[in-house]
């Protein structure tokens, strides 16, 4: 993954501020221009009731400050001459990031892994989650702006996720990191426990040994002389990436998504947003190609 054109949404919070300053580390390291965004959220239907219009004179001044804000905040902090285009549209947060990715064509879209008040599920509920099942393009919160020295990317062994697999690679070959493989094998107890049925050790062995077989022959195909472990867990597999990120203390997790029946839905069964509410560190859900 070489992102060219990088799209970041800010709502001027403090995590919004570490997406930024990853985002100017990482337009540095891949030569890339950079859009910095803020969206005015117009909640118009609060209104209607009471047949009350907002004076387009409030508008003009609310982006006219913000894009003040957003020009000082370059100009602070853009000490490479990185290109950089501000710009302040109105509407949806997540829809209008979303489409001005689109417009734009980028790569990536950054945004911080908490919003205004610093509570954790208020971006990742509404905005991040959102932007993620409306966009072309991979998404990456972020919680630590530092370049990432430990990578863990999670892998249900199909052809969507070695997508992941390869982009998690090409990342810690860039930023001379250590990477881990995360396979989580959960049984649901629900499933066996009405029929009263017992599933042998022996089988659950088996399994086991078999995915850590299918890890190490991944990590073993992957070349470039990097540091790779394995990882299997048995647990559902958001708790497995959330858990071994913890212990391991890593800095970024990646996660694969596709479109499933022509619905905008994520792979392993929702497992990219599970992961995104709850993930120790900074998250990239990786669209994978059609």
């Known amino acids: 993954m070489r992102p060219q054109t990088l799209l970041v949404g800010t709502d001027f919070s403090e995590y919004a501020d570490r997406a930024f300053s990853a985002a100017l580390s990482l337009a540095a390291q891949f030569d890339a221009s950079l859009e910095l965004l803020h969206v005015v959220d117009t909640p118009i239907p609060f209104f209607e009731p009471y047949t009350v219009s907002l004076p387009d004179t409030w508008l003009t001044e609310i982006r006219i400050k913000h894009e003040k804000n957003l020009t000082e905040q370059v100009q602070r902090e853009n000490k490479r001459n990185i290109k950089i285009e501000v710009r302040v549209l109105e509407g949806n947060p997540a829809l209008t ?153 890593a800095d970024l997790i990646v996660v694969g998504a596709h479109e499933h029946s022509g619905l905008k839905r994520m792979m392993l069964g929702g497992v990219a947003e599970r992961v995104l509410r709850n993930a120790p560190c900074s998250v990239l859900i990786v669209r994978v190609p059609h």
């Open 97 to 249: 990031i979303a489409r001005e990715a689109e417009r734009i064509s980028a790569d990536l879209v950054i945004v911080g892994s908490r919003g205004q008040g610093g509570i954790k599920h208020a971006l990742l509920g509404s905005v991040a989650e959102r932007i993620v099942r409306e966009s072309q393009c991979n998404v990456l919160t972020i919680q630590d702006a530092s370049p990432p020295q430990k990578l863990l990317v999670g892998t249900d062994l199909s052809t969507h996720s070695d997508y992941a697999l390869s982009v998690a690679a090409e990342l810690a070959h860039e930023f001379n990191a250590t990477l881990e493989l995360v396979h989580a094998i959960h049984v649901p107890v629900a499933f066996v426990t009405p029929y009263e049925t017992v599933i042998p050790e022996t089988a659950i062995e088996e399994v086991f040994n078999g995915a850590e077989q299918d890890l190490r022959r991944l990590a073993k195909d992957l070349t470039r002389d990097l540091v790779v472990r394995t990882s299997v867990l048995a647990e559902p597999p958001h708790s497995a990436l959330c858990d071994a990120a913890e212990r391991d203390e």
